[in-house]
Nanobody, 122 residues
Framework: QVQLVESGGGLVQAGGSLRLFCAAS????????MGWFRQAPGKEREFVAA???????DYADSVKGRFTISRDNAKNTVYLQMNSLKPEDTAVYYC????????????????WGQGTQVTVSS
């Protein structure tokens, strides 16, 4: 069982930056692939970024070059550094953990956090 708690969301102007945090419980954190997804009002949940146990990462095309996912296994924490934010990045951001491989499909993930709101004003 893994419990995930996101933090770091907020209101920022376009072009600004935010850093999201995902704190995970459990002693087997290192064995999980971790991902970030987001969901805007009226839209489906979409993949943002993922990182496997070794640190290899993958990104949605819409955030490549602007967002960086990383993990600190000693702190059981995953980060999402978001730079050059755009109004279209506005969404609730969710952290997720996969006992299998990391990937861009939500059904690959076994555990989810409650989400943190990110709002980018124009």
């Amino acid at each position: 069982q893994v419990q995930l708690v996101e933090s770091g969301g907020g209101l920022v102007q376009a072009g600004g930056s935010l850093r999201l945090f995902c704190a995970a419980s459990g002693r087997t954190f290192t064995s999980y692939a971790m991902g970030w997804f987001r969901q805007a009002p009226g839209k489906e949940r979409e993949f943002v970024a993922a990182v496997n146990w070794s640190g290899a990462s993958d990104y949605a095309d819409s955030v490549k070059g602007r967002f960086t996912i990383s993990r600190d296994n000693a702190k059981n924490t995953v980060y999402l550094q978001m730079n050059s934010l755009k109004p279209e990045d506005t969404a609730v951001y969710y952290c997720a953990a996969s006992a299998g491989y990391s990937g861009s499909y939500h059904y690959m993930y076994d555990y989810w956090g409650q989400g943190t709101q990110v709002t980018v004003s124009s």
